[in-house]
């Protein structure tokens, strides 16, 4: 990791959101954002066209890699790769609502590799040491200190 605030890692995807028991599912913009400032966490943001609400879900950064080649998770989110479609699928839940999307590999392995180059695998603890040092600092600067 450089010793110096990394731009966001940014990456749009269009996913499908399976409705329940059917063959259909509606497209959804799925808008990932990985920041130094929460180095463990991914942002996914969903937004179905210009209706409604966008939703958010933070995602571990390991769940989604892990998810790339072997089913992981527990609880509210679970991705379960599907080699023969060459995509993962996305299982989230809360209280009694849930959804899957099924996404595909390829825009999410490139904005993973991305997220490693900014913050390798294993270097997340570091760069959260670094960005409360620089918060720190950056007090004691506006504090007159």
Same mark, same amino acid.
């Given at each position: 990791?450089?010793?110096?605030?990394?731009?966001?890692?940014?990456?749009?995807? /269009?996913?499908?959101?399976?409705?329940?028991?059917?063959?259909?599912?509606? @497209?959804?913009?799925?808008?990932?954002?990985?920041?130094?400032?929460?180095?463990?966490?991914?942002?996914?943001?969903?937004?179905?066209?210009?209706?409604?609400? @966008?939703?958010?879900?933070?995602?571990?950064?390991?769940?989604?890699?892990?998810?790339?080649?072997? @089913?992981? !998770?527990? !609880?509210?989110?679970?991705?379960?790769?599907? @080699?023969?479609?060459?995509?993962?699928?996305?299982?989230?839940?809360?209280?009694?609502?849930?959804?899957?999307?099924?996404? %595909? %590999?390829?825009?999410?392995?490139?904005?993973?590799? %991305? /997220?490693?180059?900014?913050?390798?695998?294993? !270097?997340?603890?570091?760069?959260?040491?670094?960005?409360?040092?620089?918060?720190?600092?950056?007090?004691?600067?506006?504090? !007159?200190?």
């Amino acid at each position: 990791m450089n010793a110096e605030v990394q731009r966001p890692v940014t990456a749009a995807c /269009t996913m499908r959101l399976h409705l329940p028991q059917s063959y259909v599912y509606i @497209p959804v913009d799925a808008f990932l954002h990985y920041s130094q400032q929460d180095p463990y966490a991914v942002r996914v943001t969903f937004q179905n066209g210009t209706e409604g609400d @966008p939703i958010v879900w933070y995602m571990g950064r390991d769940l989604i890699r892990d998810g790339l080649s072997r @089913p992981t !998770g527990e !609880g509210d989110i679970q991705i379960i790769p599907d @080699p023969e479609l060459s995509a993962i699928v996305i299982s989230l839940s809360v209280d009694d609502k849930s959804a899957t999307l099924t996404a %595909r %590999r390829q825009p999410v392995e490139s904005f993973l590799r %991305r /997220t490693a180059e900014a913050v390798p695998y294993g !270097g997340e603890s570091d760069a959260l040491e670094f960005v409360i040092q620089r918060e720190a600092a950056l007090a004691r600067l506006l504090a !007159g200190n």
